[in-house]
C-alpha cells in the first residue's frame, strides 16, 4: 500500500493535475473558512470563531505545506493564488446565504411617513420614531434594529410603500431586549407553552 502511494505521489499526472486541484480547494476552504471566522468573531460568537480558526489554518498548513515542497511548480503558485481569489468570493457568498447577526436600520421619511411605520408595526418590527428637521423641511426619522435575514423583506415593505425613503444600514454587534417579529417555529413553541 505505502509503495502504491509512493508510486502515486511521483506520477506526473498526479503532480501536474491532482495536486494543484487539491491546493486550489484547500485555499478555496481555508479563505471561506477565514470569512466566516472574522464575520463570527465581529459578532461576538465565541465559541464558533476559535473552532473556525482551527480549521482554517489547518487546511491552510497543508496546501502551504504542498507549494514549500514543491517550489519549482509555477502552476502550484497559480492554483494557491486562484483559491485564495475564489475562497473570498464563496466566503462572500456564504456568509450572505447565513444571513448572521443583526443590522440598524435608519430611514428618514418625508412623504406620508404613518403608513410604512404601521405596516412595519403590524409585521412585527420594532422601531423608534423622532420628529426631526431635513434640508426640506419636517422629516420622520425611522430607528429599526433587524435581523439580517430579514433584510431584504424589510427592504421591500419600504420599496412598496414608500420608495423616496432614505435609508442607512449598518452592522449591529449586540444588542440588549428590543422587539424581533417572530418566527413560524417561535410562534409554534410559544402556543405550545400556552397551552401546558
Do not use: C
Request: aromatic content about 10%; overall charge positive; glycine content about 8%.
Amino acid at each position: 500500500m505505502l509503495l502504491s502511494l509512493i508510486e502515486l505521489i511521483n506520477d506526473p499526472f498526479f503532480a501536474l493535475i491532482i495536486l494543484p486541484i487539491l491546493i486550489f480547494l484547500a485555499r478555496v476552504a481555508d479563505v471561506s473558512l477565514g470569512t466566516l471566522r472574522i464575520v463570527f468573531i465581529s459578532q461576538g460568537k465565541r465559541k464558533l470563531a476559535p473552532i473556525v480558526g482551527f480549521f482554517e489554518i489547518f487546511i491552510w498548513l497543508l496546501a502551504v505545506g504542498q507549494i514549500f515542497s514543491n517550489l519549482t511548480n509555477i502552476l502550484y503558485y497559480f492554483a494557491y493564488a486562484g483559491g485564495f481569489a475564489t475562497g473570498n468570493y464563496i466566503g462572500l457568498i456564504v456568509e450572505n446565504k447565513l444571513s448572521l447577526g443583526l443590522l440598524s436600520l435608519h430611514l428618514i421619511v418625508r412623504d406620508d411617513p404613518d403608513k410604512l411605520i404601521k405596516i412595519l408595526k403590524e409585521k412585527g418590527y420594532g422601531l423608534t420614531t423622532l420628529t426631526a428637521e431635513g434640508i426640506k423641511g419636517n422629516v420622520k426619522l425611522v430607528v429599526m434594529i433587524i435581523k439580517r435575514k430579514n433584510q431584504l423583506a424589510v427592504l421591500e415593505i419600504i420599496k412598496n410603500i414608500n420608495p423616496n425613503v432614505f435609508v442607512s444600514i449598518e452592522n449591529v454587534q449586540s444588542v440588549k431586549g428590543g422587539k424581533f417579529p417572530l418566527t413560524h417555529k417561535t410562534r409554534w413553541y410559544l402556543l405550545k407553552r400556552k397551552k401546558e
